[in-house]
């Protein structure tokens, strides 16, 4: 006669991805920081086809918003790096915007 063997008390479970990630967050948030970066690279080729120095200076941002949004999710201070950014894109738009 067999009997089912117990589950290892020392070995957890490994979960399944909507088990780990309820909602599949993180691929969501790598699907938004993606949409923004291409937002970016949108807008730097309209405003690139009207000044070329604003047009440049957003399309050398495309590259840091895409990376930004890949980092580790628990890598320390990503939060200021994010919060950092923002300000600096946000400075550079009033920039163009002023300038313009």
């Not at 890949?70 to 894109?89: D, E, F």
Request: overall charge positive.
């Amino acid at each position: 006669m067999t009997s089912a063997q117990p589950a290892d008390p020392v070995t957890p479970a490994q979960p399944d991805d909507e088990e780990g990630d309820p909602g599949l967050a993180r691929a969501r948030t790598s699907l938004a920081w993606t949409r923004t970066a291409l937002s970016f690279a949108a807008l730097g080729g309209v405003v690139l086809k009207r000044d070329l120095v604003p047009g440049l200076l957003i399309l050398a941002l495309v590259p840091a918003v895409w990376q930004l949004g890949r980092l580790a999710h628990h890598l320390p201070g990503r939060l200021k790096l994010v919060t950092a950014t923002i300000v600096v894109v946000a400075l550079l738009a009033l920039a163009v915007a002023l300038t313009g």
